[in-house]
């Protein structure tokens, strides 16, 4: 379940799963509506890109997982006494789901993890990219980018408060009857 697919992976399990069609586009992805669209334009955030891209990302993979889920049907109709259910077949669409389920878990706890470092500072999120090890004892970023975060954050403290220092110092000073103002 925190192990990501390659991309030829997750192609290869998309294309042997294909989306089933529901009625009301149950399978698809909502768009952001049209009017919402022109408010975030004039804002100027972009929803092609961003937050929104990622998540709407996400939310494909999950849909990706439906597929396998047809085991469902397999099973109802075992139960019913209409077909006899094929163990290794079950098995299969079971493996499928869980790859593409397991994908789609990390690739939430990638963005999870990039809103907060977004929420932080802008400069932060590309410093989060791969899924931390198993070691990290349920922790969404684990003991290893904790650590190197609050280095790197001590670092532009310090080169923040220099700055600042600097422009106290060499600040014109403004005299006025003799004193500074």
């Known amino acids: 379940m925190r192990t990501p697919l390659s991309k030829e992976g997750h192609n290869k399990l998309r294309a042997e799963c294909p989306r089933p069609s529901l009625l009301g586009l149950a399978c698809k992805i909502p768009e952001i509506d049209p009017q919402i669209t022109q408010v975030l334009n004039k804002s100027g955030w972009k929803p092609k890109k961003g937050l929104d891209y990622s998540l709407k990302g996400c939310q494909d993979k999950i849909l990706d997982t439906l597929d396998p889920l047809k085991l469902y049907d397999l099973l109802d109709a075992a139960t019913a006494g209409d077909s006899v259910l094929d163990v290794d077949v079950a098995i299969g669409w079971v493996q499928r789901g869980i790859c593409l389920l397991g994908n789609a878990n990390t690739d939430m706890s990638a963005e999870r993890r990039k809103a907060i470092l977004l929420k932080i500072n802008p400069k932060l999120a590309a410093m989060m990219v791969a899924e931390p090890s198993s070691s990290n004892e349920g922790m969404l970023f684990g003991d290893t980018f904790v650590k190197d975060l609050g280095s790197y954050i001590k670092t532009f403290t310090?080169?923040?408060?220099?700055?600042?220092?600097?422009?106290?110092?060499?600040?014109?000073?403004?005299?006025?009857g003799g004193r500074a103002w």
């Open 158 to 176: 310090a080169i923040d408060k220099a700055q600042a220092n600097m422009k106290c110092m060499f600040a014109p000073k403004v005299f006025v």
